[in-house]
């Protein structure tokens, strides 16, 4: 029993001895099973950067352009999941959207109660018409478009429609002037050509605003409404400074008597705007009279083309139509007022109470502008284009479609010297030629920026080198010339060469009273639908209109477009005209309405994340500043989140710095590769670099981050990066 038993006792020693073998680890071995290195904490030096030159001087010195603390930056609560939410639902995206235009009923509301400063535009918009004074309204981007909307959309066509009225004009034109047409200048930055795209380093200097005031012949006397969205657009400010010193040159300054003529626009709380110096030195100027039209943080974060214009548009363009009334309303029977359109008495306070059934009347044609919105996007996601189609809606139709490329980073329009089509949309006009277009666009010649006039000034007064170099560089693609590249004329060159392929989406938009160009075969509206229909394409129709919709519906039923039905979108939305001939409440529709589709196309595309415009061009110092903010924000967002936390552990904060460092390092490596406009952002770049790095305790290059960007896109990226579901066979390195 005793062998038997050391036996069992030999035998079991030396399977364990075999075990503890087995198990004990080789060399080899012990290296693999190593802790991993620890964490880098500098972001800086995890990435090998060392933050260039002008990320340095950004950070450092120009500070005033780091905007993140405004409220019109803010991200607003209603539209916070926009991405998710349209992803699953487009009425339901759609329907968040226009929820913040409520922002304006409120604005508006509290505008009737505390009206003092409207009052005072208004009273100075009719001085200037009975004393044959200029009227400037300058703006910058957004606000640049608004202001060539108002001369070109409202001003021009209501003087050139009275002019028509022969026993009328004849009874007013020495009181208001033979030339009252040109007396209202719509002025932005850059001048016409900016229509089209906005001019790298002119938003950011004062200097350009003073020039441009100078080289339209504004002096003192006449009216200047300078128009900003966030209230600290150099270029704007620069403009409203320079009209003030002309009034302070003057014998016997008088501040209060300069408030009567200057106006300055905004829409941010004073609190917000008073740390910048820019900002202040105008808010706490007494003889500049200030209009504060703050809604709070806009649809789509810092995007100040929805909430901010919108208002403003509305603000500004109803003061202007009151001031007109009161004026001709003393010089005009009952009659004759009705005969122009002023069909009684309207107080500035009655037209901004219109705003609300507006915006009540947009809703209610949600399920058509939902099909709308699924139809466009389905042009672009199977590679087809969209034309869009307008006459008396064409300012309004043109700025929606210029402003998406800024905005999401799109293709911007193309220009006649591109083979093939490049942007994803286009606008026409009814015009038989390009120079023709142009003159029904603006209802006056292009004018542009002469190098003559601006170029010495940028060369001795700009100090920043950057600055420098960056609007002189504008300025060459500034000039009278620029007009020429540029075609939205219903014309054989285009029709050939832009002309509708299958699959393609033609949008035709009227607007009272082009209801009754539906009935003419051979108007522009119809040649334009049938050129569509002929070549298979999908077809599109907004009519605003004050006549009963039913009877707009009739008239469809009789045209080929119907036969199409299945495949066709209508939106026929009511909007009363009575006491608005300058046709500013069905402008506004239009505005609010295509802001939300073209928001909702692109939110839908992946071009919005959340609420934020992740695909933002950072092409001037403010939106440096935004994009910076946007890597800052998306980043620290994932670093918080329980399940990065959970697989990775806590990290600190990215700060502002290394964010912008690693978004110039993209903006460079970008431009080295020479990286097509319309196809890559230096934020989505950015974020996905710095995450990926720290997901994988390794600096990755910029090439490697584009490969990410490319393949799975940033929306995609992030809705996985902090789980341990993260799916890296999408990543190749």
């Known amino acids: 029993m005793i062998n038997i038993s050391m036996d069992r006792v030999s035998i079991w020693t030396a399977l364990l001895f075999f075990l503890l073998l087995i198990s004990t680890p080789s060399p080899a071995q012990e290296k693999k099973t190593e802790p991993p290195p620890p964490k880098k904490e500098n972001l800086l030096q995890l990435l090998g950067i060392i933050p260039c030159p002008e990320s340095e001087d950004y950070v450092q010195n120009k500070t005033q352009f780091q905007l993140h603390t405004l409220l019109t930056e803010q991200r607003h609560p209603k539209t916070w999941n926009l991405s998710q939410q349209i992803q699953k639902d487009y009425k339901t995206g759609l329907a968040l959207l226009l929820a913040v235009d409520e922002d304006i009923t409120a604005k ?60 009328i004009w004849l009874k007013i034109k020495n009181k208001v002037g033979q030339d009252v047409e040109e007396r209202l200048i719509g002025e932005m930055t850059g001048g016409d050509r900016a229509l089209i795209s906005s001019l790298e380093g002119f938003e950011d200097l004062q200097l350009i605003g003073r020039l441009q005031l100078q080289d339209r012949r504004i002096s003192m006397g006449d009216v200047v409404i300078c128009v900003t969205e966030g209230g600290e657009t150099s270029s704007v400010i620069g403009t409203i400074l320079a009209a003030l010193e002309q009034w302070q040159r003057g014998k016997n300054y008088n501040a209060e008597i300069s408030r009567q003529f200057l106006f300055f626009v905004y829409n941010n709380p004073d609190e917000k705007l008073l740390p ?53 309303r003393n010089l005009l029977s009952p009659k004759e007022m009705n005969k122009i359109g002023f069909k009684k008495t309207s107080r500035l306070e009655d037209r901004l109470k219109n705003f ?6 947009i809703k209610e044609c949600l399920p058509q502008l939902d099909k709308l919105t699924e139809l466009e996007t389905t042009t672009y996601t199977q590679s087809h284009f969209s034309t869009y ?61 002469s190098p003559s006039f601006y170029q010495k000034p940028f060369e001795e007064q700009i100090k920043d080198p950057f600055l420098k170099k960056a609007a002189l560089t504008s300025l060459q693609q500034a000039g009278d010339e620029q007009q020429w590249l540029y075609d939205f004329s219903f014309s054989e060159f285009n029709l050939k060469k832009r002309g509708p392929q299958p699959g393609d989406l033609g949008v ?34 907004i009519c605003l209109t004050d006549k009963n919709p039913e009877d707009i519906f009739k008239t469809i039923k ?19 005209t009575d006491n608005d001939p300058f046709g500013l409440n069905q402008q506004i529709a ?41 890597i800052q924000s998306h980043v620290n967002d994932i670093l918080s989140r329980p399940q990065w936390v959970k697989v990775h552990g806590l990290r600190k904060p990215i700060t502002y710095g290394e964010a912008n460092a690693v978004l110039f390092e993209a903006i460079h490596f970008l431009q080295d590769k020479k990286q097509e406009v319309g196809q890559t952002a230096e934020v989505a770049l950015s974020i996905i670099r710095i995450l990926e790095s720290l997901r994988l305790n390794r600096g990755i290059s910029n090439s490697e981050a584009l490969a990410i960007v490319n393949k799975v896109g940033l929306s995609r990226y992030l809705s996985q990066v902090g789980s341990q579901q993260l799916n890296t066979d999408w990543f190749f390195y």
């Open 590 to 630: 239009l505005k609010m309405l295509l802001n939300a589709h073209s928001t909702g196309v692109m939110a839908r595309l992946g071009k919005v994340i959340g609420n934020t415009m992740a695909n933002v061009s950072p092409s001037n110092l403010k939106l440096i500043g935004r994009a910076t903010y946007l």
């Open 558 to 576: 009789k045209t080929p477009y119907f036969k199409k039905k299945e495949k066709n979108v209508q939106l026929i939305i009511p909007i009363e």
């Open 389 to 449: 189609f307008a006459q008396k809606g064409l300012i309004t139709v043109f700025i929606d479609s210029t402003e998406r490329s800024p905005t999401f980073r799109l293709y911007p329009l193309d220009t006649i010297k591109e083979k093939k089509r490049k942007c994803w949309i286009q606008v026409w006009t009814g015009a038989a030629s390009l120079g023709q277009a142009w003159l029904a666009f603006l209802g006056r010649p292009f004018r542009g920026l």
């Open 108 to 167: 508006l509301q509290h505008l009737n109660q505390n009206h003092q400063e409207l009052d005072r535009a208004m009273k100075a918009v009719e001085k200037a018409l009975l004393s044959h004074r200029k009227i400037y309204i300058y703006g910058c981007g957004a606000t640049g478009r608004l202001a060539k909307q108002m001369e070109s959309t409202f001003w021009r066509p209501f003087w050139h429609k009275l002019k028509n009225e022969k026993k």
């Open 276 to 328: 910048f110096n820019r900002s202040r030195k105008v808010l706490q100027e007494s003889g500049i009279s200030k209009i504060n039209l703050t809604t709070g943080p806009q649809a789509i974060t810092g995007s100040t083309r929805m909430q901010a214009t919108t208002i403003e548009t509305f603000v500004i363009g109803h003061i202007i139509q009151t001031a007109v009334e009161n004026v001709l």
């Open 356 to 361: 609300a059934p507006i915006l009540s009347h």
């Open 508 to 541: 035709a938009v009227l607007l009272t009273p082009e209801e009754k160009e539906l009935r003419k075969k051979d108007s522009y509206f119809r040649r334009f639908m049938d050129l569509f229909i002929a070549q298979k394409t999908k077809l599109a129709l």
